[in-house]
């Protein structure tokens, strides 16, 4: 019988989906866990553009806002802080800042969504 895989907390943190908190939050039952991920990479996508092309700073604090939650309840921690951080600068006007956080977000996003597309 073989020992069950113990993983670390530096290897929890380096992936993109925290899949010890998404299993607790879907009860150990890794087919819902894949729904849940899959909903979230389609929902994902959609607050990306809504970010994308938001005319307002009140619309992009919503989306951002939204994308956060998300995150957070599937155990995408990186993109959770990312979309925070976009949140926080949602309303101050401050261009450069936004484009950058856009993109940081983006990469954190994608990187989450391979790493759902991988597993088998």
């Given amino acids: 019988m073989s020992e069950p895989v113990q993983t670390t907390s530096a290897e929890v ?3 993109p989906i925290d ?3 998404l299993l607790h939050y879907t ?5 819902l866990a894949r729904e849940v991920l ?3 990479c389609t929902q994902g996508r959609l607050y990306l553009e ?3 092309s938001a005319p307002d700073g009140s619309e992009r604090k919503i989306a ?3 994308l956060k939650g998300s995150a957070q ?3 995408a921690h990186d993109v959770a802080g990312k979309a925070l951080a976009l949140e926080q600068l ?3 006007g401050d261009a450069a800042a936004w484009n950058h956080a856009l993109c940081e977000l983006k990469s954190a996003f994608a990187q989450a969504d391979a790493f759902i597309n991988n597993l088998s």
Wanted: no cysteine.
């Fill in 13 to 15: 943190a380096s992936q």
């Fill in 19 to 21: 899949m010890d908190h």
């Fill in 27 to 31: 009860m150990g039952d890794e087919k």
């Fill in 38 to 40: 899959g909903l979230f």
């Fill in 50 to 52: 809504q970010l994308s």
């Fill in 64 to 66: 951002a806002h939204t």
């Fill in 73 to 75: 309840g599937v155990g």
């Fill in 90 to 92: 949602a309303e101050n």
